[in-house]
Structure formats: C-alpha cells, structure tokens
Nanobody, 122 residues
Framework: QLQASGGGLVQAGGSLRLSCAGSGRTFSSYYISWFRQAPGKEREFVAA????????DYAEGVKGRFTISRDNAKNTVYLQMNSLKPEDTAVYHCAAGKNIVRASRAHEYDYWGQGTLVTVSS
C-alpha cells in the first residue's frame, strides 16, 4: 500500500527526489515518515510530515539538506535530497501512521513500503 521509488546512484553533492505513493487507501490523514537503513546499521529516522504538511521534522544529520513534502491529492509524499553525502547511502523506506507520538519511533507506524536504494559515491 506504500511504494517508495526514486532511488539510484548519485555522486556526492548531487540530488535525488524520492517518492512514496499510497494505494488502496487514502493516506491524507496519516503521518508519513522516511526511515533509512545502511548496510550493517540499524534503521534510523530521516524525516516526517504531518497530514497537514506543517512543521516537518528532520533528523539532525539531514537538516538543511533534505526536504519532505506531500501532495494529498496524489496520495504521495516526497523527500528531496540535496548535497548528498556517501554516508547517506542506505535503503530508504516510507512509513505511515495515524497515532504517532514520536515520529522517530518506528514501532508506532502502521504501514511500511518497500525500500528504495540510494547510493552516493565519493
């Protein structure tokens, strides 16, 4: 019901835009977040956006470089990633939840999409 896309190979300093498209239900009232998991590392929170689109939340390491946005009419959330670094290399997953207390807590989410791989070369 959530499909992430837009990953690929990019050089350091480059940009990518990830998309998370919902299907089968409307996610306009859901909190949507992006998480990532690098090889050999734990999954970590990247960015989150409320259903209204206001007050997005970002992990410290991506603030000022990544921008999360949503288009409820298209049932889609985007993650614009600029100034990419090799340490951004990971599989990126989107997740949706209605009763989110803390966006960084993965267990609070109800739906998860298949990941999309982002590889940043140095």
């Amino acid at each position: 019901q959530l499909q992430a896309s837009g990953g690929g190979l990019v050089q350091a300093g480059g940009s990518l835009r990830l998309s998370c498209a919902g299907s089968g239900r409307t996610f306009s009232s859901y909190y949507i977040s992006w998480f990532r998991q690098a090889p050999g590392k734990e999954r970590e929170f990247v960015a989150a956006i409320m259903w209204s689109g206001v007050r997005p939340d970002y992990a410290e390491g991506v603030k000022g470089r990544f921008t999360i946005s949503r288009d409820n009419a298209k049932n889609t959330v985007y993650l614009q990633m600029n100034s990419l670094k090799p340490e951004d290399t990971a599989v990126y997953h989107c997740a949706a939840g209605k009763n989110i207390v803390r966006a960084s807590r993965a267990h609070e989410y109800d739906y998860w999409g298949q990941g999309t791989l982002v590889t940043v070369s140095s």
